[in-house]
């Protein structure tokens, strides 16, 4: 009798528990696809809510089993007293983990585990690097205005984000929302020949469905909060950077639209992401070429993907299944002109794009391209000598900064030696720390131009 009643009881759990998982899944089926009805595919979201109706009734099958068990189990007075107190503390532990957290998340500081034990890149990991960046910068964005838990005081969205700070990270982050348009309002038009950096990171439980983050250059007109980047055919060339940050690897989609609104390009790649690592996303254009990089790795060379008979401008757009993006450091600036002739022809050339850590005189592997350049100019000239300028802005002491800019000069002349070849006899080099500004220091743009290394031709 009594094994009938428990055999009749244990099935009643189990169905009572099927219905139940059933209820709420089909419930979150309807609520997934009635916030992404433009973009999610039928067959990939049921694989999805079976997959997860699957867990449930297992996970219910489990309690079940374990409730039927535990009429066996005998336990004393005591035991069950220790046993009770061992779940108080534990529920009241994740209690007070749970509470960390939403107080992490209201101080707008995001636990994104990004690796720490990263071995910091050398000039030699970017030898396949041929990005150079723009001469002059038009825009910087380092969020330094912005209070932590804000939106950007000089962007538009039609959505939401916020300025956070990540573990293990000096620089401010903007946040995206998962579905919205963005873009900082003070990039306006955008010249024939111009170069984006910005640092990416996204969050570790990044979906593989829907997409990204997209940087959609439209024309300047249809730059606005109604831009429609599921199905909009306006003029534009737009890329999907779609990592995954659980792994390495993810994927990147390019598409191109042309003054008559007819799509003229449109494909999918792999991408080489770094996992848990903050990624350099470069972009160039060059008339009408685009260059797409990510770190040292060149993802897109299009020839045709912008028409010089138009305006164009840029924003970001997400539509992101689950996960969080996040960017930092945008650095807009005008394209370099050729080396060889502002060099050779000109007798002088100013960069802002050899890069160095803060307050050192390490460069950065992403100067690479630049250097590059240059090491091809001098040993196509090989009669030419140079004098090697560095130069700072205003922030810190005068004395530290002329100091900082000569031991710059230095570190450009010994990368030129060691990784091209140039003879040290035609190179000799130089600081004047921010004795001369080529603008005021007063914006982050001035401070950026002023950072720069000057090549003179003796």
């Given at each position: 009798?009594?094994?009938?009643?428990?055999?009749?009881?244990?099935?009643?759990?189990?169905?009572?528990?099927?219905?139940?998982?059933?209820?709420?899944?089909?419930?979150?089926?309807?609520?997934?696809?009635?916030?992404?009805?433009?973009?999610?595919?039928?067959?990939?979201?049921?694989?999805?809510?079976?997959?997860?109706?699957?867990?449930?009734?297992?996970?219910?099958?489990?309690?079940?089993?374990?409730?039927?068990?535990?009429?066996?189990?005998?336990?004393?007075?005591?035991?069950?007293?220790?046993?009770?107190?061992?779940?108080?503390?534990?529920?009241?532990?994740?209690?007070?983990?749970?509470?960390?957290?939403?107080?992490?998340?209201?101080?707008?500081?995001?636990?994104?585990?990004?690796?720490?034990?990263?071995?910091?890149?050398?000039?030699?990991?970017?030898s396949k690097f041929d990005f150079v960046a723009g001469e002059k910068v038009v825009a910087i964005e380092d969020f330094s205005q912005d209070a932590v838990g804000d939106f950007p005081a000089k962007w538009n969205t039609n959505a939401s984000g916020e300025v956070v700070t990540l573990d293990g990270q000096s620089a401010k982050f903007l946040q995206f929302a998962n579905n919205g348009i963005f873009y900082p309002e003070?990039?306006?038009?955008?010249?024939?020949?111009?170069?984006?950096?910005?640092?990416?990171?996204?969050?570790?439980?990044?979906?593989?469905?829907?997409?990204?983050?997209?940087?959609?250059?439209?024309?300047?007109?249809?730059?606005?909060?109604?831009?429609?980047?599921?199905?909009?055919?306006?003029?534009?060339?737009?890329?999907?950077?779609?990592?995954?940050?659980?792994?390495?690897?993810?994927?990147?989609?390019?598409?191109?639209?042309?003054?008559?609104?007819?799509?003229?390009?449109?494909?999918?790649?792999?991408?080489?992401?770094?996992?848990?690592?903050?990624?350099?996303?470069?972009?160039?254009?060059?008339?009408?070429?685009?260059?797409?990089?990510?770190?040292?790795?060149?993802?897109?060379?299009?020839?045709?993907?912008?028409?010089?008979?138009?305006?164009?401008?840029?924003?970001?757009?997400?539509?992101?299944?689950?996960?969080?993006?996040?960017?930092?450091?945008?650095?807009?600036?005008?394209?370099?002109?050729?080396?060889?002739?502002?060099?050779?022809?000109?007798?002088?050339?100013?960069?802002?794009?050899?890069?160095?850590?803060?307050?050192?005189?390490?460069?950065?592997?992403?100067?690479?391209?630049?250097?590059?350049?240059?090491?091809?100019?001098?040993?196509?000239?090989?009669?030419?000598?140079?004098?090697?300028?560095?130069?700072?802005?205003?922030?810190?002491?005068?004395?530290?900064?002329?100091?900082?800019?000569?031991?710059?000069?230095?570190?450009?002349?010994?990368?030129?030696?060691?990784?091209?070849?140039?003879?040290?006899?035609?190179?000799?080099?130089?600081?004047?720390?921010?004795?001369?500004?080529?603008?005021?220091?007063?914006?982050?743009?001035?401070?950026?131009?002023?950072?720069?290394?000057?090549?003179?031709?003796?």
């Amino acid at each position: 009798m009594i094994t009938n009643a428990l055999h009749h009881f244990y099935f009643k759990c189990i169905c009572f528990t099927i219905m139940v998982a059933i209820f709420f899944d089909a419930s979150a089926f309807a609520q997934i696809r009635v916030e992404n009805p433009k973009r999610t595919t039928e067959r990939s979201v049921e694989g999805r809510v079976n997959s997860r109706i699957d867990q449930g009734i297992n996970k219910g099958l489990d309690k079940v089993e374990e409730g039927i068990g535990n009429i066996f189990k005998k336990k004393d007075k005591k035991q069950k007293s220790e046993s009770g107190n061992e779940e108080r503390e534990n529920s009241e532990n994740q209690q007070e983990a749970s509470e960390g957290n939403q107080t992490s998340t209201n101080s707008s500081k995001s636990n994104i585990p990004l690796s720490k034990t990263t071995e910091p890149k050398n000039l030699k990991a970017y030898s396949k690097f041929d990005f150079v960046a723009g001469e002059k910068v038009v825009a910087i964005e380092d969020f330094s205005q912005d209070a932590v838990g804000d939106f950007p005081a000089k962007w538009n969205t039609n959505a939401s984000g916020e300025v956070v700070t990540l573990d293990g990270q000096s620089a401010k982050f903007l946040q995206f929302a998962n579905n919205g348009i963005f873009y900082p309002e003070f990039v306006k038009e955008l010249p024939e020949n111009f170069t984006i950096e910005f640092d990416m990171v996204v969050s570790e439980d990044m979906s593989t469905n829907m997409t990204g983050l997209k940087v959609v250059f439209p024309e300047i007109k249809e730059r606005k909060l109604t831009f429609d980047q599921d199905f909009g055919t306006v003029p534009q060339a737009g890329v999907d950077i779609h990592p995954t940050s659980t792994q390495e690897g993810g994927s990147t989609s390019v598409w191109v639209f042309d003054k008559t609104n007819e799509k003229i390009l449109e494909n999918t790649n792999p991408l080489a992401w770094k996992a848990n690592e903050v990624n350099r996303v470069s972009i160039w254009k060059q008339k009408t070429r685009l260059r797409i990089y990510v770190n040292e790795n060149k993802i897109w060379d299009i020839p045709k993907a912008f028409d010089n008979t138009l305006k164009y401008s840029m924003l970001f757009a997400t539509h992101i299944f689950e996960g969080t993006a996040y960017l930092a450091n945008l650095r807009v600036a005008v394209g370099t002109p050729d080396t060889r002739s502002k060099l050779i022809t000109e007798g002088k050339f100013s960069t802002t794009g050899i890069l160095f850590d803060i307050n050192s005189d390490k460069i950065k592997p992403e100067s690479y391209g630049v250097l590059k350049e240059l090491g091809t100019v001098l040993k196509e000239n090989a009669t030419v000598k140079v004098r090697i300028i560095g130069h700072t802005d205003s922030d810190g002491e005068e004395a530290k900064n002329l100091d900082l800019s000569k031991r710059r000069a230095a570190s450009v002349k010994n990368a030129l030696q060691s990784e091209f070849g140039i003879e040290a006899t035609r190179m000799e080099t130089d600081g004047k720390g921010e004795s001369q500004p080529a603008a005021p220091n007063t914006t982050s743009e001035g401070k950026a131009n002023n950072r720069r290394v000057e090549f003179i031709k003796l």
